[in-house]
């Protein structure tokens, strides 16, 4: 069984940092592309960033310049560097990621529970 858990989350004041990281566990073949969204109250899931196998990386407009996504793949691990906290970046971020279970499997896609990240003014 593979999981994915998220860390770091918290209540940070406007202007403020935080990291957030994403460990991934269980029969784990190999990570393909990883991603990170998140919700707020009453919106849908939005895609926050993005890093592929080769470390490429893409964000959304509203956090470009502010966070930054990077991943270890020998920890398993992928990470959020956020700064610049502004209250409309207050959601729950989850972590996403595309994993091989086998060599022969096509990767799935597997979620993790959220962390919640509260920005206040």
């Known amino acids: 069984q593979v999981q994915l858990e998220e860390s770091g989350g918290g209540l940070v004041q406007s202007g403020g940092s935080l990291r957030l990281s994403c460990a991934a566990s269980?029969?784990?073949?190999?990570?393909?592309?990883m991603g990170w969204y998140r919700q707020a109250p009453g919106k849908q899931r939005e895609l926050v960033a993005v890093?592929?196998?080769?470390?490429?990386?893409n964000y959304s407009d509203s956090v470009k310049g502010r966070f930054t996504i990077s991943r270890d793949d020998a920890k398993k691990t992928m990470y959020l560097q956020m700064n610049s906290l502004l209250p409309e970046d207050t959601a729950v971020y989850y972590c996403?990621?595309?994993?091989?279970?086998?060599?022969?499997?096509?990767?799935?896609?597997?979620w993790g529970r959220g962390t919640q990240v509260t920005v206040s003014s």
């Open positions: 996403n990621a595309a994993i091989k279970r086998n060599l022969i499997y096509t990767p799935e896609q597997y």
């Open positions: 890093i592929s196998t080769g470390g490429s990386t």
């Open positions: 269980g029969y784990i073949f190999s990570i393909q592309d």
